[in-house]
């Protein structure tokens, strides 16, 4: 693809191409609609689904570009899947946030207790 030649690539370059969009409830979605917006871009997806899995086995046959967060993304799953990721310009774009929240003094079940230490492990790494 045109696209995967450069490390970072622009919003406005990614929608001149056939784009599948993670539905309007994602976290990634309405951070492309506010990008896209600030820049009088439009996105008018060919395809949109709740499954980022979807997405990204459909943009295998289909000559698509996709989005997700890059917490999401493996370099050994990339490999396997024949996909290439490239980060969206910050100028266009800019970083989400993930928060782990917690009431404070509150126990946690065990498997919310052992599910946010194993996040946070994860994002550590």
Not at 89 to 115: E, H, I, N
Request: proline share 6%; aromatic share 4%.
């Amino acid at each position: 693809h045109p696209l995967a030649r450069d490390p970072v690539v622009r919003l406005r370059h990614c929608l001149e191409y056939p784009i599948a969009l993670p539905s309007v409830s994602a976290g990634v979605r309405e951070l492309l609609e506010l990008a896209a917006a600030a820049r009088s871009l439009t996105l008018s997806p060919e395809i949109e689904c709740e499954s980022a899995q979807f997405l990204t086995s459909y943009v295998q046959h289909e000559d698509l570009v996709t989005f997700d967060l890059p917490l999401g993304i493996s370099e050994a799953k990339l490999k396997a899947d024949r996909l290439v990721a490239r980060r969206v310009d910050g100028r266009d774009a800019p970083d989400g946030r993930l928060y782990l929240g917690q009431l404070r003094g509150r126990t946690l079940p065990v498997a919310a207790a052992k599910f946010a230490d194993q996040l946070l492990q994860a994002l550590a790494e």
